[in-house]
T-cell receptor, first 114, second 115 residues
Framework: KQEVTQIPAALSVPEGENLVLNCSFT??????LQWFRQDPGKGLTSLLL?????REQTSGRLNASLDKSSGRSTLYIAASQPGDSATYLC?????????????FGKGTTLSVSS | KAGVTQTPRYLIKTRGQQVTLSCSPI?????VSWYQQTPGQGLQFLFE???????NKGNFPGRFSGRQFSNSRSEMNVSTLELGDSALYLC??????????????FGPGTRLTVT
C-alpha cells in the first residue's frame, strides 16, 4: 500500500532564502507525482506535475525533482517571498491502478517572514 | 476557462441527517474525484467518476456515495451523518483518459460541520 510522507511538517524561513521541501513514497511504481499548494481554508492549487519518465519540472521559481528508485521527490523554491507562505502537499498516483486517485502526504506548512 | 466549482461552500448539519454536495468540473473534463480533508487524517480519496461510472473507490463506509451526470457534473451524498464526517470535502477534475491527462485541478471545497 502506497504511503507518502513529507518532512518537515513545518518550516519557517526569512524572505529571500532558497529552500527544499521533501516528499517520500514507499512504492516506486507511480504514474506521476503532483505538488500542490493550499492556503488556509482553501482548495488546492496545482504547482507542478512530474510524469514517472521525467526527472524534473520547472515553473518560475519552483523546481520539482523525482527519483523513483529512491522513492523521493523534492520541491525547490528559490528566493522565497512572504506570499509563498502556505501548506505544500505532494501526491502520488499509482502506476497499476484504475483512474486518477492520488495518495497525499500530510504536507509541509511553510512560513516566510519579511 | 472556468475552474472547478463546488456548492455549497459551507454547510452545517445535525447528526443523523444526510447531505448532498455538488461539483462542476472544468469544461471538457470527464473525470471527477472526491477527497475528504481532516486535520488528523489529511487528504483521503473517496471515489472517482469517469463518464458516469465509478472508476475507483477509497476506503470509506457505504454511507458515502456519489454519482456523475451526462454533463460530467458530480454529486456526493453522505447519509446518517456522524460528528467525524466534519471535514473539508474537495472535488478534483481531470481529463481522465490518455497519456499525460491525469493532472488534477481542485475546487475550493465544501466545509461540512456536523453538530
Amino acid at each position: 500500500k502506497q504511503e507518502v510522507t513529507q518532512i518537515p511538517a513545518a518550516l519557517s524561513v526569512p524572505e529571500g532564502e532558497n529552500l527544499v521541501l521533501n516528499c517520500s513514497f514507499t512504492d516506486s511504481a507511480i504514474y506521476n507525482l503532483q505538488w500542490f499548494r493550499q492556503d488556509p481554508g482553501k482548495g488546492l492549487t496545482s504547482l507542478l506535475l512530474i510524469q514517472s519518465s521525467q526527472r524534473e519540472q520547472t515553473s518560475g521559481r519552483l523546481n520539482a525533482s523525482l527519483d523513483k528508485s529512491s522513492g523521493r521527490s523534492t520541491l525547490y523554491i528559490a528566493a522565497s517571498q512572504p506570499g509563498d507562505s502556505a501548506t505544500y502537499l505532494c501526491a502520488a498516483r499509482g502506476a497499476h491502478q484504475a483512474g486518477t486517485a492520488l495518495i497525499f502526504g500530510k504536507g509541509t506548512t511553510l512560513s516566510v517572514s519579511s | 476557462k472556468a475552474g472547478v466549482t463546488q456548492t455549497p461552500r459551507y454547510l452545517i448539519k445535525t447528526r443523523g441527517q444526510q447531505v448532498t454536495l455538488s461539483c462542476s468540473p472544468i469544461s471538457g473534463h470527464r473525470s471527477v474525484s472526491w477527497y475528504q480533508q481532516t486535520p488528523g487524517q489529511g487528504l483521503q480519496f473517496l471515489f472517482e467518476y469517469f463518464s458516469e461510472t465509478q472508476r475507483n473507490k477509497g476506503n470509506f463506509p457505504g454511507r458515502f456515495s456519489g454519482r456523475q451526470f451526462s454533463n460530467s457534473r458530480s454529486e456526493m451524498n453522505v447519509s446518517t451523518l456522524e460528528l467525524g464526517d466534519s471535514a473539508l470535502y474537495l472535488c478534483a477534475s481531470s481529463q481522465g483518459q490518455g497519456v499525460g491527462s491525469y493532472e488534477q485541478y481542485f475546487g475550493p471545497g465544501t466545509r461540512l460541520t456536523v453538530t
